[in-house]
């Protein structure tokens, strides 16, 4: 990467990136492996999943507010505040004397994530070259990646040596490095950035509308999965579907619910295959504890190889010799997802079946998400005008979060309402087969797109 006639040196730009992507990716995993020691520390255990859900709040609303900052300030603001907003995130709850204040910093957390994700989106597609933006995707799903493989066993030392306190304390320092290597270049590229008109910013409370609408969405299956108080689950999951169908058509491009060609479909499909990824993958490791006796350790092994099929199909969409038509590549990384669940959702329908099949075919899944992810993101940059950069990076990765909160919600619904009437093998396969069908929709989805064209967008 070389410096660019108009713009910054590229190479500290992309090394700051990258370590803020791999803080934020590494800080995700390490959580889950700390929690259970300070959920224990600081009591008040039934607060626990609040941990997560509270997450999932602020980065879907700081996705939106820094879309909005970005198309109306540039690249420089949302980048800088995001990584402002998530290691004070880290701090609060790295000190947090009590399960609330652990609480209050988990949500400025995801509110500097989300932050994070649309800036790093929006740099991505004004400071580098087209074809210089394949291999940034490379390397982002390398630095998400990595953290599933040394996260859990480096937090979990952290945790036994020193606190949990140092799982969150000890990113600062990343997080810091990547504000060093980034702010320089940032306000080079800021004092050459041209705000263009027509930018339509979305309203930044729509990521509280569409996240609380996904928080009662799940509530309401939980409660219908207990088989108790039926019309109080009704009646909160209609509040939450209407939010969603309230906040969605203000933050998406107009077509999204009828699969229209170009933008409307790159959205759709995004949200659609990564949430049919994420929600049987949630189910895997316990379909093979459960039903194919495996341990847990060698389970949880299916996620990892996962993660290198994700990471080869990822690797794979930026060769040059690898000469597929962008939305091409989104089909076929659609299809591998809806052939992966299915391989493995045959194993939990047949437990007599040989478990390898699961474990052969399940990185295909990955494998597809490698295309799907990189190539999505992409395409967004592509078909997004530069005053709408920051509008759709917000989009495609609110919808994301939308699309794995959701859909996970409706596979654990099924598989709850199931556990206690009916056999495991049910309450496995259905789960599966209700993901076989979301990847099928997004199939559908991704053969709407067309062809991509070049992006306007040139730094």
Not at 19 to 26: I, R, S, T
Not at 275 to 301: C, D
Request: charged share 10%; hydrophobic share 55%; glycine share 12%.
């Amino acid at each position: 990467m070389r410096t660019t006639p108009t713009g910054p040196d590229l190479r500290p730009l992309a090394v700051g990136m990258l370590a803020g992507v791999f803080a934020a990716a590494f800080e995700g995993i390490a959580v889950a492996t700390a929690m259970p020691a300070a959920a224990q520390d600081l009591g008040q255990i039934e607060l626990y999943a609040w941990a997560f859900s509270l997450y999932m709040v602020g980065m879907l609303t700081g996705a939106v507010a820094s879309g909005r900052l970005a198309d109306r300030r540039g690249p420089l603001p949302p980048l800088a505040v995001a990584l402002v907003i998530f290691v004070v995130g880290l701090l609060i709850a790295g000190f947090a004397p009590t399960m609330a204040w652990l609480l209050i910093g988990r949500l400025i957390q995801g509110l500097g994530a989300g932050g994070l994700n649309v800036g790093l989106y929006f740099v991505v597609a004004h400071a580098f070259p087209e074809k210089t933006r394949p291999l940034m995707m490379t390397l982002f799903s390398a630095c998400w990646i990595l953290p599933a493989f040394v996260g859990p066993p480096v937090a979990a030392w952290v945790t036994k040596t020193w606190s949990w306190h140092w799982v969150f304390l000890g990113i600062v320092p990343l997080m810091f490095l990547a504000a060093v290597l980034i702010l320089p270049p940032l306000l080079r590229l800021q004092s050459t950035h041209r705000i263009r008109e027509g930018a339509n910013p979305v309203p930044a409370w729509i990521g509280l509308v569409l996240s609380g609408g996904a928080v009662l969405v799940q509530y309401a299956g939980q409660r219908f999965a207990d088989h108790r108080d039926w019309g109080t689950a009704l009646v909160v999951g209609a509040v939450g579907l209407a939010l969603l169908a309230f906040g969605l058509p203000r933050l998406m491009p107009p077509g999204f619910i009828r699969f229209g060609h170009g933008l409307p479909s790159v959205m759709l499909t995004r949200a659609l295959v990564a949430g049919s990824f994420f929600g049987a993958e949630a189910f895997i490791p316990l379909m093979l504890v459960e039903l194919h006796g495996q341990s847990l350790t060698r389970a949880g092994m299916m996620l990892t190889i996962g993660s290198v099929g994700w990471f080869v199909g990822s690797w794979l969409q930026s060769r040059p010799w690898f000469r597929v038509e962008r939305h091409v590549m989104i089909v076929l990384g659609a299809i591998s997802v809806m052939i992966g669940i299915a391989g493995t959702a045959l194993v939990a329908w047949l437990p007599g079946l040989w478990v390898g099949v699961a474990w052969i075919i399940w990185p295909l899944a990955g494998f597809g998400m490698g295309l799907v992810v990189a190539s999505t993101g992409l395409a967004q940059m592509a078909f997004s005008p530069p005053s709408q950069q920051g509008r759709n990076a917000s989009a495609i990765t609110s919808g994301e979060s939308l699309g794995n909160s959701v859909v996970t919600g409706l596979a654990g619904t099924i598989f709850a309402a199931l556990h206690f009437t009916a056999p495991a093998v049910v309450g496995f396969g259905a789960a599966l087969t209700a993901m076989i069908a979301v990847a099928c929709i997004g199939v559908v989805a991704a053969a709407r797109i067309g062809p991509v064209r070049s992006s306007p967008v040139e730094a």
